[in-house]
């Protein structure tokens, strides 16, 4: 028996079948040759046209609603008589206004190409909008930063007596490449040990280390000072030099993907490396006319960079420091979704990158989370610290079922006499991205809770704290949470945030096993 379906006709015997019964699929006979001569592309088109009406004279031009932008020329699709022409918008003139152009109309245009031409040649095609800003402060930064660069090299050059008769080549050669290799082991031992931190400090660690670079110049100009101490001298300023440039390159990938709005990662990894060469020759360009300028009085010229480097040490540091400000990463991490969460709970909206990035600042000396009403620690439990008795029987009450849980304890970090009061979370081994969410938006609850009924900053008297009231907090933060956690998931993926994972530092990795056998 056959289907009764109409529509299984379809799939019934279809190179048999020539007709159906919706008319989408009832296609006109028509040859080949009447095909090409016609640009009807209507179905089911009733209206007839008269031939008069098909017939465009040969000398009339129809202008169509396609404009095409490349290389900074604007161009237009014409279909005259029986042919279509691309024409450029700047020569599309009426026979009123049709003159040659001036000079004036061709500077300008050609200022307008070249711009045009040096726009393609500088920035990708696809980027987000503060990207302009940031290559801005980049070009601030590398000029000067070259700059510095080449007098610190000439100062190690008359350190070392290059060009002099009493130098000996070879115990110069051998000062530079032991302070050389000095300088790559150092750089692999921090980054064997600040590997997490690229990640989760991204903006924190580049700019230290950036202080850090020019500090390191800053030595090697002092080498012609103290030339006896050359290679100590050295040493230590390549060591720095080194460890700035383990950072810049791990952490480069992240900023370029950060502007990549199309995964075109590639294209704008090629055109970073584009500008910091360019913005490096006009660096090395602005050192040599400084040179040519004072060559004829040696005095001034080997007092010349101790006089430009704290101004040029300020200017390459500003655009350093105004540069990150224009990184907006869509990455999570703990300090990001402290404030992501703060914004949700308080106006049930989730922020987005830029606005994150502008509150987040790059926080050089991590302070921020320290200076919080109890703050958030995500890791295990410190012994050292005093553990309060409602968390330890908290604690005794976990099942197998709980992917993290929530305790408090008092620390006395630093120079801090007084313990004070902060909420830790304790992920299990296997927790993913969304119970990592789920965990810290829940303790944000505790501490929204702690913060504005229950307890004070300034009144820490967590004896008073039951474990009753301890779980009944807990409970309602938990459901909280997990009534919201569907939400602000989806409303985290509209507004470009990286869901998929969430970067946490070597501290934050730490997990706990549950064992059964003790239940």
């Known amino acids: 028996m056959h289907s009764a379906n109409p529509s299984s006709r379809l799939f019934l015997y279809p190179c048999k079948s020539t007709s159906t019964q919706y008319p989408i699929f009832n296609f006109p006979k028509f040859s080949s040759r009447k095909f090409v001569k016609s640009l009807r592309t209507s179905i089911d088109y ?32 014409f279909i005259k008589g029986d042919s279509l022409e691309l024409l450029c918008v700047d020569e599309e003139e009426d026979d009123s206004t049709s003159f040659c152009l001036g000079l004036d109309d061709g500077f300008w245009k050609l200022i307008r190409l070249s711009s045009s031409a040096a726009k393609d040649f500088f ?10 800003s940031y290559v ?36 110069a050669a051998f000062n530079w490449i032991l302070k050389d290799g000095l300088g790559r082991l150092s750089r692999c031992i921090y980054t064997a040990s600040l590997a997490s ?31 006896q101490y050359f290679l100590l001298l050295a040493s230590i300023a390549n060591i720095a030099k080194q460890i700035s440039l383990s950072c810049y390159l791990a952490t480069g990938s992240a900023v370029h993907r950060s502007f990549a709005v199309a995964d075109n990662l590639g294209e704008v990894s090629a055109k970073a490396q584009i500008q910091t060469v360019c913005f490096d020759n006009l660096g090395l360009l602005l050192a ?37 400000k224009h990184i907006n990463l869509q990455t999570l991490t703990k300090d990001r979704l402290e404030i992501i969460l703060e914004r949700w709970i308080e106006f049930r909206q989730v922020p987005s990158p830029a606005e994150v990035s502008e509150e987040e600042g790059i926080d050089l000396l991590g302070s921020r989370g320290s200076k919080r009403v109890w703050p958030i620690r995500i890791g295990c439990l410190d012994p050292k610290a005093q553990i309060p008795t409602l968390s330890m029987m908290a604690m005794q009450s976990l099942c197998n079922d709980d992917s993290f849980f929530i305790t408090i304890e008092l ?17 299990r081994e296997g927790a993913n991205s969304v ?53 602000l998931n989806r409303q985290l993926q509209e507004h470009g945030w990286i869901v998929k994972n969430v970067l946490l530092c070597a501290e934050e990795q730490v997990r706990y096993t549950f064992d059964k056998t003790q239940l």
Not at 139 to 163: D, N, P, W, Y
Not at 415 to 427: D, E
Not at 457 to 484: C, F, H, I, P, Y
Request: one cysteine or more; glycine letters at 4%.
């Open 46 to 77: 009733e209206q007839e046209v008269s031939k008069e009406e098909l017939v465009v004279p040969s000398n009339v031009t129809r202008r169509l609603p396609i404009i095409i932008k490349k290389s900074g020329k604007v161009s237009r699709y």
């Open 411 to 427: 620390s006395s970090k630093g120079f801090r006499r007084t313990p004070k009061p902060g909420i830790v979370i304790c992920l």
């Open 288 to 324: 040599v006319l400084l040179n040519m300028l004072f060559q004829n009085n040696q005095r001034l010229q080997a007092s010349l960079p101790f006089v430009l480097y704290p101004i040029f040490s300020t200017f390459d540091l500003l655009g350093i420091y105004q540069g990150l």
């Open 197 to 227: 931190a690229f990640d989760t400090n991204l903006k924190r660690v580049r700019f230290s280390t950036s202080v850090l670079f020019s500090l390191s110049i800053g030595v090697e100009l002092m080498t012609p000072v103290f030339p």
């Open 435 to 487: 119970d990592i969410i789920t965990s810290l938006l829940q303790t944000c609850y505790i501490r929204k809770a702690f913060g504005t009924n229950r307890i004070k900053r300034r009144d820490v008297s967590l004896s008073d704290l039951t474990l009753q009231d301890w779980s009944l907090l807990t409970g309602e933060s938990k459901r909280a949470a997990r009534d919201d956690i569907i939400t």
């Open 123 to 132: 920035l990708p095609k696809q980027v987000s909008d503060n990207y302009i």
């Open 136 to 171: 801005k402060w980049k070009f601030l930064h590398r000029v000067f930063s070259s700059a510095l660069q080449v007098l610190a090299t000439q100062a190690m050059f008359r350190a070392i007596g290059i060009g002099q008769s009493r130098s000996l080549a070879s115990s």
